[in-house]
Structures are given as structure tokens and as C-alpha cells.
């Protein structure tokens, strides 16, 4: 059985204890059919636990130790085939990665149930599908804010220790998160500077929809919205229902679609407003 541990729009990593020369890979991930940007996709090294995700402009940068740099990136979204990056790649350069929509395939995909069905069996399986036991994680974040010409305004990022309990019930306070290392910067001339951070080194749970029950899989909110079957689509090859959520009434507090897969049922991500 598949089992998940969502964290949201923050990539978890393993940290590499005795990393020596470091080689800064900065790419941006377009769709290759609009050429429009990818938010929020996900970029590792084949076959490791290291990698970061990119921004909501498709741009991504990765520290990569000296061992891990003879390998490839790999890059994933949901909807889009999965893509290889050869490296090391030329230092100083923002390479351009395209991700291929994947096809979606309805005539092989038994679509079984209503969308509301579908999320009741999805919230049902999340003892099958989650940590059912408390787990500590090593991750590492990052937020900036930029001005056009790529120069920082600030910068904050940080090495986290972040332990989540058990995904049997529901943590709408979020748990323990520790910084082991951290670094910022702060541009003198802060005037066109706009901070609106919205969780920082919490977005490990924060962001965390299934481990916080977002009141869009909460049994006691369903009729407070309106479930569709928007798509079917892959990841990984795999089916995944693509389902959207829309307010019903105003005591409603989100709106945007959700991923689950369509053989285990378990909640891949959402994307909301």
C-alpha cells in the first residue's frame, strides 16, 4: 500500500550530513505547449530525497552536494509527464525545463462514484494512506522577495526539524517545528519591499490540508460545498482524480480542486483560492 505524507507547496529534504562543495543549479519549469509557467512542481535527484519545489513563477534554485552531482533532476507536477534533467548543468545559467501535458485517458479509466463519494473515501482511507505514527522530519525552506531584475530584497531560509503526529485525527494547531540552522538577509532600502508571508518555517503543517482536516474534507462540512469530477489525469504514471470544490454557502472558506489517486485514494495535493 502507497503510503503519503502531504506537506502542502513545501518539498521535504534530506539533508546530507558531510556535503562538501556545493554546485547551485536555477531553472524555470514551463509548460511546453503554452510556454506559460509550471507552480509549484517538483524538482529532485534521480533516486534521492533531495530537491526543493519551484515558485509560483515556475522558478526553482537547488543547492546540490558534491557526491549527488554526476546524477539528473527529475521534475514532476500532476497533469504533466514526468522530465529528466542531465547534469551538472553550465554554472551562472537559469536552465528552461518543458513539461509535456500528460494525455488524459478516460476510455481506460473507470470512473467510479460522485465526486463527494470520492472524497468520503479519500478522507476514510487516511489511516491507510498517512503516518500513522509520529514521524520527525528533516526539510529545508526558503522565502524571498525579488524585485524584476532577479536582485533580493530578502531572503530567509532555514534547515527544520519538524515532527508531525499521527494523521489518525486532526491537528488544526499544528506541531513542533525546530530551526537548526538559519540565515537571512535584508536589503538596506526596504521601500519596495511587500511582505505577506504566510507561515514561514510552519509550512509544514500549516499548509498541511489533510493533517489540519481543511474544512473542505471535514464530514462536517461537506454540504457547505459543491464537488465536482473536473478531470482524470496522471502523475506518475498513475490515474488521479482531479476533483474541485467550490463554496455552496457563505460559511464556506475555500474554493480551487484537489488530487487523489485513484487506486489508493489518497489526497495528493489541492490547489485553492
Same mark, same amino acid.
Given at each position: 500500500?502507497? %503510503?503519503?505524507?502531504?506537506?502542502?507547496?513545501?518539498?521535504?529534504?534530506?539533508?546530507?550530513?558531510?556535503?562538501?562543495?556545493?554546485?547551485?543549479?536555477?531553472?524555470?519549469?514551463?509548460? !511546453?505547449?503554452?510556454?506559460?509557467?509550471?507552480? $509549484?512542481?517538483?524538482? =529532485?535527484?534521480?533516486?534521492?530525497?533531495? &530537491?526543493?519545489?519551484?515558485?509560483?513563477? =515556475?522558478?526553482?534554485?537547488?543547492?546540490?552536494?558534491?557526491?549527488?552531482?554526476?546524477?539528473?533532476?527529475?521534475? /514532476?507536477?500532476?497533469?504533466?509527464?514526468?522530465?529528466?534533467?542531465?547534469?551538472? #548543468?553550465?554554472?551562472?545559467?537559469?536552465?528552461?525545463?518543458?513539461?509535456?501535458?500528460?494525455?488524459?485517458?478516460?476510455?481506460?479509466?473507470?470512473?467510479?462514484?460522485?465526486?463527494?463519494?470520492?472524497?468520503? !473515501?479519500?478522507? !476514510?482511507?487516511?489511516?491507510? /494512506?498517512?503516518?500513522? %505514527?509520529?514521524?520527525?522530519?528533516?526539510?529545508?525552506?526558503?522565502?524571498?522577495?525579488?524585485?524584476?531584475?532577479?536582485?533580493?530584497? $530578502?531572503?530567509?531560509?532555514?534547515?527544520?526539524?519538524?515532527?508531525?503526529?499521527? $494523521?489518525?485525527?486532526?491537528?488544526?494547531?499544528?506541531?513542533?517545528?525546530?530551526?537548526?540552522?538559519?540565515?537571512? $538577509?535584508?536589503?538596506?532600502?526596504?521601500?519596495?519591499?511587500?511582505?505577506?508571508?504566510?507561515?514561514?518555517?510552519?509550512?509544514?503543517?500549516?499548509?498541511?490540508?489533510?493533517?489540519?482536516?481543511?474544512?473542505?474534507?471535514?464530514?462536517?462540512?461537506? !454540504?457547505?460545498?459543491?464537488?465536482?469530477?473536473?478531470? #482524470?489525469?496522471?502523475? /506518475? &504514471?498513475?490515474?488521479?482524480?482531479?476533483?474541485?470544490?467550490?463554496?455552496?454557502? =457563505?460559511?464556506?472558506?475555500?474554493?480551487? %480542486?484537489?488530487?487523489?489517486?485513484?487506486?489508493?485514494?489518497?489526497?495528493?495535493?489541492?490547489?485553492?483560492?
Amino acid at each position: 500500500m502507497l %503510503r503519503f505524507l502531504f506537506l502542502g507547496l513545501l518539498a521535504l529534504l534530506t539533508i546530507a550530513a558531510h556535503a562538501q562543495q556545493l554546485s547551485t543549479v536555477k531553472g524555470r519549469v514551463l509548460d !511546453a505547449q503554452t510556454r506559460r509557467p509550471v507552480p $509549484y512542481a517538483l524538482i =529532485g535527484i534521480v533516486g534521492n530525497q533531495l &530537491g526543493t519545489s519551484a515558485n509560483e513563477e =515556475g522558478r526553482f534554485s537547488l543547492s546540490i552536494p558534491a557526491e549527488y552531482q554526476p546524477q539528473a533532476l527529475e521534475i /514532476n507536477f500532476i497533469g504533466y509527464r514526468r522530465a529528466t534533467l542531465p547534469l551538472p #548543468v553550465p554554472p551562472g545559467q537559469e536552465v528552461q525545463i518543458l513539461l509535456e501535458p500528460a494525455p488524459t485517458q478516460l476510455a481506460n479509466v473507470t470512473v467510479s462514484g460522485s465526486a463527494l463519494g470520492i472524497v468520503r !473515501a479519500a478522507v !476514510a482511507r487516511i489511516p491507510r /494512506n498517512f503516518a500513522t %505514527r509520529p514521524v520527525q522530519l528533516t526539510g529545508f525552506y526558503r522565502e524571498s522577495s525579488n524585485v524584476p531584475e532577479g536582485r533580493y530584497l $530578502y531572503l530567509a531560509e532555514g534547515v527544520l526539524q519538524v515532527r508531525k503526529e499521527s $494523521y489518525r485525527t486532526a491537528h488544526p494547531t499544528g506541531g513542533d517545528v525546530q530551526l537548526v540552522q538559519t540565515r537571512k $538577509y535584508e536589503a538596506r532600502d526596504t521601500s519596495r519591499t511587500q511582505l505577506n508571508w504566510q507561515a514561514g518555517p510552519l509550512i509544514p503543517h500549516r499548509f498541511d490540508f489533510v493533517y489540519n482536516r481543511a474544512d473542505f474534507i471535514s464530514k462536517a462540512h461537506y !454540504a457547505e460545498y459543491d464537488y465536482q469530477i473536473a478531470d #482524470v489525469t496522471t502523475y /506518475n &504514471g498513475r490515474p488521479v482524480y482531479v476533483i474541485s470544490f467550490k463554496p455552496r454557502s =457563505g460559511k464556506a472558506n475555500y474554493q480551487g %480542486r484537489m488530487f487523489i489517486d485513484l487506486d489508493s485514494y489518497a489526497f495528493l495535493g489541492p490547489t485553492s483560492a
